[in-house]
């Protein structure tokens, strides 16, 4: 509970005194509070400071973990020579190759139909003769029964609809002539299908439907070999790399798809590198030296720092042998600089070892992630178990704080009623001295007539 002052009210010329003496009883008794106090703000403060540490340590270990991954692709990157026909991704192709789209013919799209004539009332108007309708999507069949309450537009569209069969039925309403409304089925997905509707299967066998748009597939070549596919997305076809048709192409156009080195996507990896690497180097250099912080001495400082060094004293094996063959030097206020020139200037062979010194998320400079994940974790990271500590030593001291609390409220109430007693008292006795004073007075005058 807070610690809640009390004004002292009192009636003798005393009651400032007693004041001053009340308050200074309770700022006696509130000296180890206010001590709790700061060490638990201070304690706070830590949590916070603790936690920014945490974060920018994470980003630095995710940028070494996103240069072992893209060594491990050697920083392949898909590339299409046609963006508005065919795009291309790649999905883990660490080799550079190329391929050749051609004859695009068709692309994949769902079938959909209307009904061939359209109904007055899409709620009473029979869409049967005989209350019997099949329905064929793909190479499934159903028979569909209609009662009279269900002969129409509405019922048919919700008995397409409850049968799961992949398509959606819905009634279209074209608001023009005598009968405005008409029955839609599409399937739900894309690719060339049967999508067919009957009345009357057993005799009439009449077509509900129009025939015009069966759906169609991904029709194209691939380094000259006939592909189709139901979907426009494929992703089974070339190894390591999805792509996706967009359009079809004209007579002996053709569109290359390349997967090959990005120099331009390890540049960036690098500079992302020294720039977290630079954000941990600022934030840790708040808790160290002269103007130390809180955290002046933590062992996660320490540790931090350590992986650090280990990252700036890496050495590989091939040609690229440290972070300074990559053009990635050391300053003396412990931050480092990429020098853009340097890499441009690196050979083909040259970049290859680039990418046997990042190694891998398991291996080579890129393993060296862990070190940051050792402290990241959030479930055994040493930062998880030094913020479970500060919370653990906040719980006690509020709860200390609470007690001390308690205790003063008590000596602030037993010394405030100390000192209303006295107060009366002196007050009484004031009075009292008043009173006989003014009889001494009428007593000389009686005597002497006049007072001494």
């Known amino acids: 509970m807070p610690l809640t002052p009390l004004a002292f009210t009192g009636i ?43 974060s920018v340590v994470r980003d630095l270990g995710a940028s070494v973990a996103a240069l072992g991954a893209l060594a491990r692709n050697k920083a392949i990157a898909a590339y299409s020579s046609d963006v508005t026909k065919v795009t291309v991704v790649n999905t883990g192709s660490d080799s550079a190759a190329a391929y050749i789209i051609s004859d695009i013919t068709s692309i994949a799209r769902a079938a959909s139909e209307t009904s061939q004539s359209g109904y007055a009332d899409s709620g009473a108007t029979p869409v049967s003769a005989t209350g019997t309708v099949k329905l064929v999507v793909g190479s499934t069949i159903r028979e569909i029964t209609l009662t009279p309450a269900t002969n129409n537009l509405a019922g048919l569209r919700d008995a397409i609809n409850d049968l799961g069969l992949g398509v959606t039925a819905s009634v279209l ?25 009957f009345d009357d299967p057993n005799r009439a066998n009449s077509s509900l439907l129009t025939s015009v748009n069966q759906g169609s597939n991904a029709e194209f070549k691939l380094n000259g070999v006939p592909v189709s596919k139901a979907g426009n997305l494929i992703n089974d076809v070339v190894s390591g790399a999805t792509f996706t048709i967009l359009d079809t192409t004209d007579p002996g156009e053709t569109v ?60 590989g094996s091939g040609s690229i042998r440290n972070l300074s063959d ?84 008590l000596l602030q109430a037993r010394v405030s009623a100390q000192l209303q007693a006295a107060d009366a008292l002196q007050a009484k006795l004031t009075s009292q001295q008043t009173v006989l004073t003014a009889m001494l007075h009428a007593l000389d005058v009686t005597t002497f007539g006049k007072k001494e």
């Open 12 to 54: 003798s010329t005393f009651s400032e005194d007693f004041q001053t003496v009340l308050g200074r009883a309770v700022s006696i008794a509130s000296l180890p509070l206010k001590r709790l106090q700061n060490e638990d703000a201070d304690l706070l403060q830590k949590k916070q400071i603790l936690g920014s540490l945490n």
């Open 326 to 409: 990559l053009g990635i030097q050391l300053g003396a206020d412990g931050k480092i600089t990429f020098d853009s020139a340097v890499f441009s200037a690196l050979s083909d062979s040259q970049i290859a070892s680039a990418f046997v010194f990042f190694g891998s998320d398991t291996t080579g400079f890129g393993a060296l992630a862990d070190k940051f994940t050792q402290i990241t974790d959030p479930i055994t990271g040493l930062s998880k178990l030094q913020q479970d500590s500060y919370d653990q030593a906040d719980e006690r001291i509020r709860r200390d704080i609470d007690d001390i609390t308690d205790r003063i409220n």
């Open 256 to 315: 290359t798809l390349s997967l090959a080195t990005s120099r331009s996507q390890l540049q960036s990896a690098i500079q992302d590198f020294a720039s977290k690497y630079n954000a941990l180097v600022d934030e840790l250099g708040g808790q160290v030296g002269p103007a130390a912080g809180l955290l002046s001495g933590d062992f996660i400082v320490r540790e931090a720092q350590n992986d650090l060094r280990q990252l700036t004293s890496y050495q």
């Open 173 to 197: 309403t074209t608001g023009t002539g005598a009968n405005p409304n008409y029955l839609t089925v599409s399937a739900d997905t894309v690719g060339a299908t049967t999508l067919q509707l």
